[in-house]
């Protein structure tokens, strides 16, 4: 476990005994408070207020609470400081200055808006910065409009403009609205709803050819609504999960209807940064006040970031620590161990063999076989 991950256990703990101490808390302020109430009421009942107030400054209610309160306190400026001791970090040593071209950053603005739906301050953008229109503008514009219909769980908007784009780029999305379509009848409008439309609708008959399970799955659930529970088609109408889902996968063919990623590069940058910022700084104060020669900026960091953030392959040649490229293609060694092309030669030079240098085993060095990263 490495320090990061320890500091953030610590954070856990932290956590768990501020839940802790909350429960108790609670407990104890509400016995306080119940006391107190209860001598009022004894009080009126008896219609005597006057031992009232030696009782109540005898037993100190209120003081106890204020304890509790101080206690409770005392834990959260603990975790506070924890919290800062985890997330403070010096980020001038995981970055270095770059110079960005405005033009390139201002439409990177402009689409991370669109993708945004802030619209307004896209066209105030356009307007101050003298640039033209995205022609991305109308079809985000349009997305986001299905978006928020399906986030207000409407369908119609959305089953529109899959059915127009389904024949020329097909994909899984309009079937799975029309089988939300049905389920959603089935829940607001009942059960002959769903047979008509499931009957009469030629988008749903056309896509439930090839799908007869799929079909017969949906066609018991409706039958068998609403008694559904501790069934296995309970998770047709498992609302939670799948309006979200359906959200998802549509976001996710418009954009690929159009090359670009789901998220906004702004986004991805960021979120990629976060993960990979807290290894680049410690690795840059570790090095920072080193001379050695190996030590230099130009050495390419392996820092796992999650699949989710990789969108190109490439490959860094263990012996040169440089990425390949088409110049100097990775190749394949008898032992199934890869280096770069330019280092396979190095260590070839006159000789027909040469060891690899992960490994004892000889490779020909007329038998580097080029290897292409898709």
Wanted: proline share 3%; net charge positive.
């Amino acid at each position: 476990m490495n320090s990061t991950q320890q500091e953030g256990s610590s954070l856990l703990k932290d956590l768990e005994r501020i839940k802790k101490k909350t429960r108790i808390s609670n407990k104890i302020i509400n016995g306080q408070l119940d006391q107190i109430i209860a001598e009022i009421e004894e009080a009126k009942i008896n219609n005597d207020f006057s031992q009232l107030k030696d009782k109540l400054q005898n037993q100190k209610p209120l003081t106890k609470i204020k304890q509790t309160y101080n206690e409770c306190y005392a834990y959260f400026s603990k975790m506070g400081k924890n919290m800062d001791k985890l997330f403070k970090k010096n980020l001038q040593y995981g970055q270095e200055h770059v110079e960005l071209d405005s033009r390139v950053l201002t439409e990177l603005i402009k689409n991370h808006l669109l993708r945004d739906g802030e619209f307004e301050a896209y066209e105030l953008l356009v307007k101050e910065s003298g640039s033209e229109e995205s022609h991305f503008h109308q079809f985000f514009a349009e997305i986001q409009t299905i978006v928020k219909d399906l986030k207000e769980r409407k369908l119609e908007s959305a089953i529109l403009w899959a059915e127009k784009r389904h024949k020329r780029s097909p994909s899984n999305l309009l079937y799975e609205l029309l089988k939300q379509r049905v389920i959603q009848l089935v829940q607001t409008e009942g059960i002959n709803a769903a047979v008509n439309f499931m009957r009469n609708s030629d988008s749903f008959q056309e896509q439930a050819q090839g799908r007869l399970y799929e079909i017969c799955l949906i066609t018991y659930s409706v039958l068998l609504w609403p008694n559904l529970e501790n069934t296995k088609y309970y998770y047709l109408y498992d609302d939670e999960r799948n309006w979200p889902r359906i959200l998802n996968l549509f976001l996710e063919v418009a954009s690929k209807s159009q090359n670009i990623l789901i998220k906004s590069e702004i986004r991805t940058v960021f979120s990629a940064g976060c993960l990979a910022m807290p290894k680049l700084i410690k690795y840059n104060q570790i090095t920072r006040n080193r001379s050695s020669e190996v030590l230099t900026n130009d050495i390419p960091i392996d820092i796992e970031i999650g699949k989710d953030y990789k969108y190109h392959s490439f490959f860094v040649c263990p012996v040169s620590r440089e990425v390949t490229n088409t110049d100097n293609p990775p190749v394949l060694l008898k032992c199934g161990h890869v280096i770069s092309k330019l280092s396979a030669h190095k260590m070839i030079a006159n000789k027909q063999k040469f060891k690899c240098p992960t490994c004892p085993v000889e490779t020909k060095g007329a038998d580097l076989p080029e290897l292409i990263f898709i």
